[in-house]
């Protein structure tokens, strides 16, 4: 079964109780985020899938934002970063377009906390993993 197979089923399903998720993306947005060099895993995921809240700690964004979108212009050690999620807490996650595009965590007060895979297919699937094991955990420990 591959990555996205998987993906389909768990959305299907709704095992993580997604609020909002699915939302289709403007072709006019997706132009958007091609020209600026996004990855094009990336592209066929929100096509295919769609974006928002995935469970209640995760959010895949509406649209990508730049590092002075949300820092301040100070904040230039994170030029070259694309944020195009968060966990809905402290994390935000990006991709690193200086660094082959990786995917990094970056907290809240603009400190980059972890690379977090080398790409986004890898992301998504170790994020969905980690999703199923928390909405397991909390079935089993109400």
């Known amino acids: 079964m591959t990555i996205y197979n998987k993906m389909q089923q768990v959305l299907k399903s709704n095992v993580l109780g997604a609020k909002n998720f699915g939302n289709n993306i ?9 020209y600026s060099g996004i990855p094009n895993e990336y592209i066929y995921f929100i096509k295919e899938y769609g974006v928002g809240q995935l469970s209640d700690t995760f959010l895949l964004d509406f649209e990508i934002l730049e590092y002075d ?13 694309y944020f195009f999620g968060g966990d809905l807490g402290e ?5 690193d377009s200086k ?5 990094v965590e970056i907290d809240s007060s603009g400190e980059v906390f ?25 079935k089993n420990n109400p």
């Open 91 to 95: 994390y935000l996650f990006a991709f």
């Open 114 to 138: 972890d690379v977090v895979a080398q790409t986004f297919t890898e992301f998504i699937h170790k994020k969905f993993d980690e999703l199923i094991e928390i909405e397991k955990y909390r």
């Open 99 to 103: 660094n082959n595009w990786q995917i």
């Open 26 to 34: 403007s072709k006019q947005d997706i132009k958007k985020i091609s």
């Open 69 to 81: 979108e949300i820092f301040n212009e100070e904040d230039n050690h994170l030029e070259g970063m």
